[in-house]
């Protein structure tokens, strides 16, 4: 009877056995191989690139903006003052002498 009981315990361990065997192998059908890990990867790398990228771009635009905004907020923050009223500015010209003379030439003598 001994033997009897052990003999149904091992066919009942088998049968767990088989079953636990099945469900192992259907999960181990459903892991990705290792192509499909190497097109993870790759897409993960895509992905990180573009994501850097978009990140640089973004921070160049909004740089670019806020010198912009800036440059135009300092430049019209203050209201322009007008040149302050002054004299008028006078150019003086000479008249051209009426003959000219070589140099070294006396001038002619009158009688």
Known sequence: MDIEHR???????????????ARIEARLEDMATKAD?????????RSANETIRWIVG?????????????????????????PAPGAPITIYTQPAPATAQAPGSAAPRQP
């Open 37 to 45: 890990l190497a097109e993870l990867r790759a897409e993960v790398h």
């Open 7 to 21: 003999v149904v315990n091992l066919e009942e361990f088998a049968a767990v056995t088989g079953e636990r065997l």
């Open 58 to 82: 973004m921070g160049i635009g909004l740089g670019v903006a806020g010198i912009t905004i800036i440059t135009f907020v300092l430049n019209n923050a203050t209201p322009k003052v007008p």
